[in-house]
């Protein structure tokens, strides 16, 4: 067993940390303020460098990055200083918004939206959340009614990642009510569709530049070819196939994480309190060790999924749970400490430390809450 990255691997992450910390970090605090996404010249950027397609194949335009690979781009970013709304919002688009279509889509709907991913022309969204459909997210009433040669689709889709932004939205929909959650479909659905719309961007407490929202739609008209997967498949296939990727995504956090622990070892080295440095107290030194300790761990249990992925052996739910599950414990002491050590400083926006505060609660909710994630683990080791 070897737990050494390649050279490729290492040079790979570098890269991107080195354009997370010119161009991403400089711009997280006002674009945390003012609730605004990656500008465009910038996203503009990460598209020819091949960071807007990470996990698409080369023959479409992609770099072609399987699933660890990808998992270190997205941590590395995160290392970098990025605002984690930022990094959320991308790895929605890139690794969300391509996975599904990927593993799913016919040739021609590969054809037709994965070079547009890559090139970062369509940005994306997943589409299961409703008002009253979160962690149970198989009560979905949106609805999807087969006429000729299209769908209708009717509903509200609420708390979308991208959702103020998006240009292609994967939305679930019930085709049949009578089979539960076997009667839900997948579908690809274009923000220029007749019937789409959105709701007002939303004013949140955390990851504020990851634009977030409500989508409408009214008899909005999806081609059939747009389907993606079997009728009746949505839920059961697209959804869940995707499981570990979803939990995956949520690896730019350990990269936020070290950018943490970075900041506050130079603090600490630096912070002069009774004639000495703060980090020759044993109750900061202590702090940190354990900033250290659980960020290694979570990134091996992350790393491991990855591996997994890469080498076919999914679905593996209680891996990819238990990585998420240990990921947000980690990360919400290690947004704590990071305040504390830091003191009141740590309270000030122009310290960053205290934007993590506010950004890790999304990992205690979205992609399935800390209590679904233990229920998915309970479940399967008793079932097992």
């Keep these: 067993m070897d737990f050494a990255l390649s050279l490729d691997q290492k040079g790979l992450g570098k890269d991107i940390q080195e354009f997370s910390r010119r161009f991403l970090a400089p711009i997280a605090a006002e ?3 003012k609730q605004e996404f990656i500008p465009t010249e910038i996203w503009n950027q990460m598209a020819c460098l091949g960071y807007c397609g990470l996990p698409i194949p080369l023959e479409y335009g992609g770099a072609g990055l399987g699933a660890l690979d990808t998992l270190i781009c997205l941590e590395a970013a995160g290392k970098g200083g990025a605002a984690a709304g930022h990094l959320l919002s991308w790895a929605v688009s890139t690794v ?10 016919t040739p021609e709907q590969k054809e037709l939206y994965l070079p547009r991913i890559a090139n970062g022309e369509l940005i994306c969204a997943f589409c299961l959340t409703e008002p009253d459909a979160g962690s149970d997210a198989g009560s979905i009433r949106t609805r999807a009614e087969r006429s ?3 769908y209708v689709l009717n509903g509200t889709k609420a708390f979308i990642t991208n959702g103020p932004i998006a240009d292609l939205c994967l939305i679930f929909a019930v ?5 539960g959650s076997e009667g839900i479909s997948a579908f690809l659905v274009e923000s220029s569709f007749p019937g789409f719309s959105r709701g007002k961007q939303l004013d949140k ?4 530049c990851s634009p977030t929202g409500d989508l409408i739609l009214r008899d909005c008209l999806v081609p059939a070819a747009n389907r993606l997967g079997p009728e009746g498949q949505g839920f059961k296939t697209v959804a869940h196939h995707t499981l570990e990727w979803e939990r995956a995504n949520f690896s730019f956090f350990l990269g936020v994480m070290e950018y943490n622990l970075q900041t506050c070892i130079k603090y600490a080295r630096e912070r002069i309190q009774f004639k000495r440095p703060i980090a020759r107290f044993q109750a900061i030194r202590h702090m940190l060790a354990e900033m250290r300790v659980e960020l290694d761990a979570a990134r ?3 790393y491991r999924i990855g591996w997994m992925i890469d080498q076919g052996l999914v679905p593996a739910p209680v891996q990819a749970s238990s990585a998420k599950y240990f990921l947000t414990r980690a990360l919400k002491k290690n947004a704590d400490y990071a305040v504390q050590i830091h003191g009141a400083n740590g309270m000030m926006k122009e310290y960053p430390v205290e934007r993590t505060l506010r950004d890790y609660k999304i990992a205690e909710i979205g992609g399935g809450t800390t209590q679904i994630q233990l229920d998915i683990i309970a479940g399967n080791i008793i079932k097992s």
């Excluded at 969300?96 to 889509?105: A, D, E, R, T």
């Excluded at 407490?205 to 504020?208: D, V």
């Design 148 to 150: 000729g040669d299209y």
């Design 175 to 179: 085709t049949d009510p009578d089979r």
């Design 300 to 302: 091996l249990m992350f």
């Design 96 to 105: 969300l918004g391509s996975i599904p279509i990927i593993k799913f889509g």
């Design 205 to 208: 407490m955390g990851i504020r």
């Design 31 to 33: 674009c945390d303020e």
